[in-house]
């Protein structure tokens, strides 16, 4: 796993990156799955 900045510096990642971000904020708050087990 490539470090924020790799990701921040590269444009052709920076979607991916902030996908990934949104990806991982909405499934490590409200985390559907824990609650569903």
């Given at each position: ?6 990701f921040?510096?590269s ?27």
């Open positions: 796993m490539l470090s924020n900045q790799e921040m510096m444009g052709s990642n920076s979607t991916y990156w902030f996908a990934q971000s949104l990806y991982t904020q909405g499934f490590n708050y409200p985390n559907p799955y824990a609650s569903r087990r």
